[in-house]
């Protein structure tokens, strides 16, 4: 799966110092910066007519803790109160289905008629622990990561020798074209009952090879869905323009959290070199933020990879499923020139960029030189907002993250996830967590 590059040898975190930290790039040429001026991180950001408090985010961490008419458990309300307490301007609220069967687990959150009121409950509780921070719903369909029963019950958006290999799903059937036409009406019919909810807006999940991310990188397809470029988009495009007119409300955000490299040869990947996977090409990537500017989308949160193939990609990482072929500084460096290259093109576009957690207690210096060289609008962070929830009023208020709070990228949250558990830092959080993982491994 793994090609052996130019990198540097994979290393696990070992700096005690953001001067360490700082030297090591230099001396190996990893294009990050660092800026002892924190102050720039407390500074707001316009979406429309919208305003982010500060340019801190929280990343969609799925709990995997819903109920069962799929809305939030005790378990997920005492996550949001957390994030909402953290100081955060911007909670990406977790990924929620569309409809059952696009549930990659069997207590993903679904937003329906019937759980309405208890979503309002939510968003009036982040809204008043938070004083008033956005909230964005991720809304999505899992594909071929489907798992509502908690089985494998793959929906295949196209032929990919790679991953269906990977997952063994050679003999599965694409979904059809009309089906998709169908499912259009589902992330409209969701859209709107986020609106309804309170929310300030939805995310087109096109990211880590989900269904919509999989259609953008659909060459292989037939039909009017796949293929061409603007066949590629066509489900994206085609939400879009339907949610816009569903909700009717200008000041509703429309989003997308989407991957703009997916590190998967051609012609099975997206944003990819069609000679070396291993390079990114942004060029369609470019494209598709310009068209989407062009139909009211006004923020993007960039990302990479998929964590079922590739996850050092989209999280760089401590310990996982294997050894990467690069230093986890690369990565964190192509997540960060990623979204700084779509920012670059596209300057107009709120960017929410990725790739923070694995930087630990170093991470607000670097964001805060992303920030300074207008290289994202919005810093997110993701597992460091389960180990560390208060991270941005840390920040904020004293200057700087406390090591001892940080993600240590130990990849346990996601053990817990893939055993069918409810996911949590089991380092950080783990008067919750610690029990599940032990029950997990007796």
Same mark, same amino acid.
């Given at each position: 799966m793994l090609v052996k590059g130019?990198?540097?040898?994979?290393? $696990?975190?070992?700096?005690?110092? #953001? #001067?360490?930290? %700082?030297?090591?790039?230099?001396?190996? %040429?990893?294009?990050?910066?660092?800026?002892d001026n924190l102050s720039v991180l407390a500074q707001s950001v316009r979406i429309g007519e919208k305003v982010v408090k500060n340019s801190l985010g929280i990343h969609p961490m799925e709990g995997c803790d819903g109920n069962a008419d799929g809305s939030c458990s005790d378990l997920t309300l005492r996550r949001y109160k957390r994030f909402a307490n953290g100081g955060a301007g911007l909670i990406w609220f977790e990924a929620t289905a569309v409809n059952k069967n696009g549930k990659a687990n069997p207590r993903q959150l679904q937003i329906t008629e019937e759980n309405l009121e208890k979503y309002k409950h939510v968003v009036n509780m982040i809204r008043k622990e938070s004083k008033g921070c956005i909230i964005v719903m991720q809304l999505t369909h899992s594909g071929r990561f489907s798992k509502p029963e908690g089985?494998?019950?793959?929906i295949l958006e196209c032929k990919n020798d790679i991953l269906d290999r990977h997952q063994r799903l050679q003999k599965l059937d694409v979904i059809t074209d009309d089906e998709l036409e169908a499912l259009e009406e589902?992330?409209?019919?969701?859209?709107? @009952?986020?609106?309804?909810?309170?929310?300030?807006?939805?995310? !087109?999940?096109a990211c880590h090879r989900y269904l919509n991310s999989g259609l953008l990188g659909a060459f292989t397809r037939e039909g009017k869905y796949g293929g061409s470029f603007e066949n590629r988009i066509r489900f994206m495009v085609n939400c879009v323009d339907k949610i816009r007119a569903a909700v009717n409300d200008d000041n509703f955000i429309i989003s997308t959290r989407i991957n703009i490299y997916d590190s998967i040869p051609y012609p099975y990947g997206f944003g990819v070199n069609k000679c070396n996977y291993l390079l990114p090409d942004y060029d369609e990537p470019v494209k598709l933020a310009k068209i989407l500017y062009s139909k009211g989308v006004r923020l993007l949160n960039v990302t990479m990879g998929t964590p079922?193939?590739?996850?050092?990609?989209n999280?760089?990482?401590?310990?996982?499923?294997? &050894?990467?072929? %690069?230093?986890?500084?690369? *990565?964190?460096? $192509?997540?960060?020139?990623?979204a700084a290259e779509i920012k670059k093109q596209v300057p107009e576009?709120?960017?929410?960029?990725?790739?923070?957690?694995?930087?630990?207690?170093?991470?607000?210096?670097?964001?805060?030189?992303v920030k300074e060289n207008? !290289?994202?609008?919005?810093?997110?962070? *993701?597992?460091?907002?389960?180990?560390?929830?208060?991270?941005?009023?840390? &920040? @904020? #208020?004293?200057n700087g !993250?406390?090591?001892?709070?940080?993600?240590?990228?130990?990849? #346990?949250?996601?053990? @817990?996830?893939?055993?069918?558990?409810? /996911?949590?830092?089991?380092?950080?959080?783990?008067?919750?967590? @610690? /029990?599940l993982y032990r029950e997990l491994n007796k």
């Amino acid at each position: 799966m793994l090609v052996k590059g130019d990198s540097m040898e994979y290393s $696990r975190f070992n700096f005690k110092t #953001k #001067k360490q930290m %700082e030297d090591f790039c230099k001396e190996n %040429e990893i294009p990050l910066g660092f800026s002892d001026n924190l102050s720039v991180l407390a500074q707001s950001v316009r979406i429309g007519e919208k305003v982010v408090k500060n340019s801190l985010g929280i990343h969609p961490m799925e709990g995997c803790d819903g109920n069962a008419d799929g809305s939030c458990s005790d378990l997920t309300l005492r996550r949001y109160k957390r994030f909402a307490n953290g100081g955060a301007g911007l909670i990406w609220f977790e990924a929620t289905a569309v409809n059952k069967n696009g549930k990659a687990n069997p207590r993903q959150l679904q937003i329906t008629e019937e759980n309405l009121e208890k979503y309002k409950h939510v968003v009036n509780m982040i809204r008043k622990e938070s004083k008033g921070c956005i909230i964005v719903m991720q809304l999505t369909h899992s594909g071929r990561f489907s798992k509502p029963e908690g089985k494998p019950a793959p929906i295949l958006e196209c032929k990919n020798d790679i991953l269906d290999r990977h997952q063994r799903l050679q003999k599965l059937d694409v979904i059809t074209d009309d089906e998709l036409e169908a499912l259009e009406e589902d992330f409209v019919n969701s859209a709107v @009952l986020a609106y309804k909810a309170g929310f300030d807006g939805v995310d !087109m999940k096109a990211c880590h090879r989900y269904l919509n991310s999989g259609l953008l990188g659909a060459f292989t397809r037939e039909g009017k869905y796949g293929g061409s470029f603007e066949n590629r988009i066509r489900f994206m495009v085609n939400c879009v323009d339907k949610i816009r007119a569903a909700v009717n409300d200008d000041n509703f955000i429309i989003s997308t959290r989407i991957n703009i490299y997916d590190s998967i040869p051609y012609p099975y990947g997206f944003g990819v070199n069609k000679c070396n996977y291993l390079l990114p090409d942004y060029d369609e990537p470019v494209k598709l933020a310009k068209i989407l500017y062009s139909k009211g989308v006004r923020l993007l949160n960039v990302t990479m990879g998929t964590p079922y193939y590739n996850p050092h990609i989209n999280r760089p990482f401590d310990t996982g499923e294997y &050894i990467p072929h %690069e230093h986890p500084l690369e *990565g964190v460096a $192509r997540l960060i020139s990623g979204a700084a290259e779509i920012k670059k093109q596209v300057p107009e576009m709120v960017v929410m960029g990725t790739g923070y957690s694995w930087l630990r207690n170093f991470a607000p210096y670097v964001a805060a030189y992303v920030k300074e060289n207008n !290289m994202a609008d919005i810093i997110g962070f *993701g597992r460091v907002s389960l180990a560390y929830p208060d991270f941005a009023n840390d &920040i @904020l #208020k004293n200057n700087g !993250m406390v090591s001892n709070k940080c993600c240590i990228c130990c990849g #346990k949250c996601v053990e @817990l996830m893939r055993a069918g558990s409810t /996911p949590g830092c089991v380092i950080k959080d783990g008067e919750v967590y @610690l /029990p599940l993982y032990r029950e997990l491994n007796k």
